[in-house]
């Protein structure tokens, strides 16, 4: 018999009206013939009440402590769905995580999950009763209550369709399912009818608040079937697939994460180990860190700036305190009145020009861009916090996503032959997931070694809005394809840039930058030919802070410098010199346990 999960957010449960509504779609589902499973999240803004009585109570309350008062918001939930299931006629029965089989890590606030245990869960949905769960929670090996993090619902909603193997996982919310950003931030926003793994996973982990980017990862590693829609309507939502829509827009949506915290590490030394030490140290904290930049400064010392979640930017300082003190030099700084924008498409794999268009959208919205950084499928600015709403509706008029706009790309100056996820990818994600020993594991797959590419960077580039829309949109020009961008304006106020492109293109790129810099006064240009890109695959790379870790300290033991870094929940890349490419591509390959 199939199975469907159903998973109702806090405004979907908030009455006792909404609560009978809900349950009456778990009891037609039921009398469609499926077995059902209900996941539910505490009602309303319960979470957020319960958190602020705790902070009446203390500043410090203990993370154990924590976990037993947020658990209790799912657990009334639970027990009024299933009154509401069985006034209406059918069997159900109410769960905690524990009783469910949910059994996470002993870590409290953030908990992983390690297994689901669904023989009890089975044998009441043999016994024909709708099963109504509690989500966010479960309990370590202690039998402790622990809870997964903010929005973590979405993951248990997924791990236990992911565990049953049901055939449908439906995500119940207060929107009309995902839109190509925030319709409550630009109202201009489209419904997107389908989307992939890989995009849902990077919106969410840059900010877009829809799904806890932890279900995604579930989803993607064991190929659940998601769906969100309204609680409120029958409309059909987004299907959250292997592969999105086919249409002609190269982005897919925007995220905004709009309470982001940047740290620098300053005169600090210039040597191989450094970005070891630093992901270490984050690492050690599980403080997953974006948008990482390097400016080397002058007199062999170097600038490290990155952006952390402006709730873990204390953590952050003590933890980099820390490594600056092992490094025996530099200094940390610090400034939180930054927000991140970032756009994401699957297009941008085929596509030239995407960030020329971004760029050029909020140049002419005045908005200066404070970082850059790119992945595959998606690029992030960092922008002062003032403006970020007026960013984030100016690049999606750009890429013409508001709803008035036809499905024209902005961009799409030419489409190359590179690609989707081949089918021996998935094959190998099939394999490693297979061989995880715990369900939210990380999950690396492939590392690949690419020497085609030669890099350019720019220093001195002038601080004002519309210089990197300019630089960019010459390179388009030339159709040249561009791989990672990184940008920074160092401590110090001087901005730098530097980009991937093709070997073969470089002479005609440099040429089309040259054009650009004769007007710049100041600006120094400097290539290389000779560098090697390595690309660690896999799924929640960010987020499991641990990827970056290993990878940069063996990195760090093979005496190999780091030139360039992008970092993404499924690659995190990196730029050396060329004449390293091998030895890094072996290292590294061994130090995840895969084959060449
Ligand atoms: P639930 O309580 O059902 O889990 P959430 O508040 O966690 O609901 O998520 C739904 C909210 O996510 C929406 O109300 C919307 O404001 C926000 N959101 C952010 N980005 C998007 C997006 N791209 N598409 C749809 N909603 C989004
Ligand atoms: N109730 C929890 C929260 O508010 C979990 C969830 O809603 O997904 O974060
Ligand atoms: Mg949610």
Redesign the pocket.
Known sequence: MSIIVQK?????VATATRILAAASRAVAAKRAGHQVVVVV?ARGKKTDELIDLAREITDQPQPREMDMLLATGEQESVALFAMAVQKLGEPAISMTGGQIGVVTEASHTKARIRSISTERLKRHLGDGRIVIACGFQGVDDEGNITTLGR?G??TTATALAAALAADECEI????D????????IVPA?RLVPRISYDEMLE?ASLG???MHSRSIEFAKKFRVPLRVKPSYSQAAGTLIAPEGEDDSRVVT?L?LARNEARVSLVDIPDRPGVMSLIFASMAAHKIPVDMVVQNVGAGGTAEVSFTVPESDLAETLTAAESAVKELGAGEVRSGTNVAKVSVVGSGMRTHTGVAAQMFQSLAEAGVNLEMITTSEIKISVLVARDKCDAALKAVHRGFNLDADTVAVPAVGVRQTNGGRPTVGQDELLKEVVGRLSHMEDIVVSEVQLDDSQARITIDDVPDRPGVCAQLLAAVAEGDVMVDMIVQNISDAGKSQISFTVPRDDLQRCLLLVREVLSAWTGAMLNYETEIAKLTVMGIGLRTHTGVGDRMFRALAAEIINVQMINTSEIRISVVVARDHGAAAHTCLLQTFGLHG
């Open positions: 109702f957010g806090g405004t979907s999240s929005g619902s979405d119940y919310t207060d929107v399912g995902v839109y190509t950003t925030d319709p409550r926003a919106m877009a608040g829809v949506g995220a």
